[in-house]
């Protein structure tokens, strides 16, 4: 995995990045608990009707289902006391989002920060950079959520980066 400060690698086994000193297994200490996942969707900042959730939820479990690759979605009130990049890459470990391979993504909405950030895992690296994934973000979802259309945004977003992912495995 990347270091959400400086990008330098670091792993799971000693996840204390050796070029900037960040260190994620200190956010346990300073968050009260870690949300529970409630699968591929979990809208804890309540910000989707029931239809727009299942319309998005439909489409990370079909996308799971037919590639094997979990995208996940998290939508959180806040992310204090932390920096919205340094929680979704903390929630993304945390919940080991792509299994063992790190086959995963997650796409994290921040309310109060307003912010949108996504965690690629390693495994996902080479056909889904993190540069690219933020750009998606930024021409497919940001303006969007910038006018108040979260499941439009959201849901604009996964689809993105599926079209992604199924374009890079497709060469």
Known sequence: MRCPQCQSEISDR?????SCGFDPLSFDERLNQCPAPQGPLNDFAGLLKSEEASGIKKLLEDRQDRAGHEVVVVTVPTTAPLKPEHYVFWLYNEWRVGGKGHKGVMILLALKERRVETEVGFGLEHILTDAESGRILDQAVVSRLKE???AEGLRT???AII???DRALQR
């Open 157 to 159: 977003g996964v689809e």
């Open 148 to 150: 108040g259309h979260y």
């Open 163 to 165: 079209k992604a992912l």
């Open 14 to 18: 000693d996840p204390k990045c050796s």
